[in-house]
């Protein structure tokens, strides 16, 4: 039995990881003040309080010194708070009334974008003070990369391809910069890496993303020893990895060392992911009313989203579905196996146009191994 998942997750047990910039140049006690409070409201949820503070915070050091680094680190500290809120509404999403959902849904999008606005214009005071190499620099370019590719907002396929080229850019940047700098095993370049080999997970380039938690293990064991739980995520993420390119000796040798550190059993819990991105070529399930699948089906814009769909349509027209289908991939790409996991009566037609479908293969070091993961097809009941 293949293993059956793992959540890759990292965050600083800290708020500063969050708000690094907090202190930096802020020493007037009015300043000092400010931020305490930005860090206690946040540390409470009240997330509304602490961004008009922290917006407060901005309007004085963009008063005092416009278009300076400082003003550019309050500008981040604030596109954090929004960040950190429009997560916090998403992952809470199911726990609020079916009527409230909606405007939800608008301000958790309109959140992000209010962060990714003011990251840019941190970056561009940095780049205007010749300070684009700066830590503080690439912390807000980590920030950006990591909105942009987390909060997709898109109509067609030529967006959210330049959306997803962005984020890639920027980490990419982050690294070098941190290279260029000097800079080895800090906080910020194991974040980069995780969050960097997360986004190429979450479009199963997983060719990418290996080395990536590959080198976070490598660089977290040479700062804080081989016995350390800051090792975890990047084992966690060459768990799935392993998992998901159907290795479970590799992947259960990675669990065990896990173990070792805690000390406890590893809980997971497999969640194979969507091969779309993979794709050349899903076929179509013959039945009526299937919606053809194509690059963006599951990225989908914030105007067509199933859940707002479910909301606004008008009752007797329709209800969306989704049939999913666990598939194994061989070596050259085609599907060896396809077992529909949602029960229904289009079962064989699902599983049927799972095995017509092509994808392309996993190949690291010149060595091909299969994929496991899973297929979604959605169709339209009246």
């Not at 159907?246 to 590893?266: C, H, K, N, V, Y």
Request: hydrophobic share 40%; proline share 4%; aromatic share 10%.
């Amino acid at each position: 039995m293949p293993i059956r998942s793992l959540t890759l997750t990292f965050s600083f047990s800290f708020v500063l990881a969050c708000f690094p910039f907090l202190a930096a140049g802020q020493g007037k006690p009015e300043m000092v003040e400010l931020n305490q409070q930005i860090v206690a409201l946040y540390q409470q949820g009240k997330f509304d309080a602490a961004i008009s503070i922290a917006e407060k915070v901005v309007a004085i050091e963009s008063k005092n010194a416009k278009n300076s680094e400082i003003h550019a680190m309050a500008l981040t500290n604030l596109a954090q708070l929004y960040k950190e809120k429009s997560k916090m509404l998403r992952s809470n999403m199911d726990r609020i009334p079916q009527k409230d959902r909606f405007a939800a849904f608008q301000t958790f999008r309109d959140s992000a974008e209010r962060a990714k606005k003011y990251l840019r214009e941190a970056l561009e005071i940095f780049r205007s003070n010749n300070a684009e190499d700066s830590i503080a620099a690439a912390g807000a370019k980590n920030e950006l990369a990591w909105l942009v590719f987390n909060f997709l907002v898109t109509d067609s396929i030529a967006q959210s391809r330049e959306q997803i080229d962005e984020a890639e850019k920027l980490y990419t940047e982050v690294l070098a910069s941190e290279e260029r700098l000097g800079t080895t095993a800090t906080d910020l370049q194991l974040r980069t890496l995780q969050d960097f080999a997360d986004f190429y997970v979450k479009y199963v380039n997983f060719e990418k993303a290996l080395p990536l938690y590959e080198r976070y293990v490598t660089i977290a064991e040479g700062k804080y020893g081989p016995q350390s739980k800051e090792i975890i995520p990047g084992l966690r993420g060459l768990v799935n990895i392993y998992a998901f390119t159907d290795r479970e000796s590799g992947a259960r040798t990675f669990l065990s060392r896990i173990q070792a550190i805690t000390g406890q059993p590893e809980k997971y819990a497999v969640t194979y992911l969507p091969l779309t991105a993979r794709s050349r070529g899903i076929a179509k399930v013959k039945a009526n009313d299937f919606i053809p699948m194509n690059f963006t089906d599951q990225y989908r814009s914030f105007s067509q989203t199933r859940q707002q769909e479910s909301l606004i349509s008008p009752p007797g027209q329709y209800k969306e579905k989704s049939l999913e289908v666990e598939v194994l991939v061989n070596e050259e790409g085609d599907v060896i196996e396809a077992k529909a996991v949602t029960v229904s009566k289009f079962q064989n037609q699902v599983e049927e146009a799972a095995l017509a479908s092509k994808f392309r293969p996993f190949v690291y070091n010149g060595v091909p191994h299969k994929l496991r993961g899973k297929l979604v097809f959605r169709y339209r009941e009246y």
